[in-house]
């Protein structure tokens, strides 16, 4: 039951610690290595799709030695090495603090809220009413879900069964494209446009399985099918899905001004529904990881 105890290692440093610290985070390593392609190229699209292959690969492959040789030392210490990688390419309790405390301070001290929302989502929130405001934080919890937690998760718990080195190294995989994306991919990036094209490819199943969570987690059967008509207007082909859900699920409006609204009929958030939303959210992330170790106890049970 090794896999599984690393997708629970990985849950319990999460409730813990939140997350590494930045000096020793591999991620923050990472984006480190991108931030130098971010800049103008004479071929930004023949370097942007290198990139695209290239660092998510060598991140991939740094981890998967990393573990494999922890495994060789012992199959406990190659398990508390998975389980180390697991923690530090997943995010569940610094999102969802940061959402709670956007949240609330929309009622008490709205220009500290908008302040603190730059760090959660990409907007301008110098005009946002505070209904707005708690619009953003939620749809973040919701969006973050697919593709901090949902996604590494899921690559880790379709590999790990055959082996934990090839398991972390997917999950590191996942988060490299997801890193690259969020880092370069713009429109105003031409550098960052094979990026954003792998990721909306790898975030199609995770995005998709998240809002089933989320579904699943506020008791909503429905919630699901009526995401699916409000998704016209999201630029993006699966963030929708689960922010959709979320909005229906919890009988809100969630919209970002001038872009798209899901959940029209409804009104925006006020406190006490954008905080249910994240009580939704925080279910929904505690069962990916129930799932991934029973899936993964599982596997190792008819294996």
Do not use: I
């Amino acid at each position: 039951m090794l896999a599984a105890g690393s997708v629970l290692l990985a849950l319990a440093l999460d409730t813990l610690l939140a997350e590494p610290p930045t000096r020793l985070h591999p991620v923050a390593w990472f984006g480190h290595l991108v931030a130098p392609v971010d800049r103008e190229w004479r071929a930004p699209r023949l370097v942007g799709g290198l990139v695209a292959l290239a660092l998510p690969l060598l991140a991939g492959g740094v981890t998967y030695w990393t573990v494999a040789l922890a495994d060789r030392g012992s199959p406990l210490t190659g398990a508390l090495a998975a389980g180390l990688v697991l923690f530090a390419t997943t995010s569940r309790r610094m999102l969802l603090d940061a959402a709670r405390e956007v949240v609330a301070g929309s009622a008490t001290d709205l220009p500290d809220a908008r302040r603190s929302l730059l760090a959660l989502a990409g907007r301008d929130a110098t005009d946002l009413s505070p209904g707005q405001v708690r619009s953003a934080a939620v749809e973040s919890a919701a969006e973050n879900l697919a593709d901090g937690l949902v996604a590494p998760l899921l690559a880790f718990c379709l590999l790990a069964p055959v082996s934990l080195p090839l398991g972390a190294a997917a999950a590191a995989w996942v988060k490299a494209v997801n890193t690259l994306d969020s880092m370069l991919g713009y429109r105003s990036k031409p550098v960052g446009t094979a990026s954003a094209r792998l990721d909306d490819v790898v975030m199609w199943l995770p995005a998709r399985a998240s809002a089933l969570l989320l579904a699943l987690a506020a008791g909503s059967g429905r919630s699901v099918r009526a995401a699916s008509a409000w998704l016209d207007g999201v630029p993006s082909p699966n963030s929708g899905w689960p922010m959709g859900t979320l909005a229906a699920a919890t009988g809100v409006r969630l919209e970002k001004p001038g872009v798209y609204t899901l959940n029209p009929d409804a009104p925006l958030p006020e406190r006490e529904p954008a905080e249910r939303g994240l009580r939704v959210v925080s279910l929904a992330s505690l069962l990916a990881f129930a799932l991934g170790a029973a899936w993964l106890a599982l596997a190792e049970v008819v294996g």
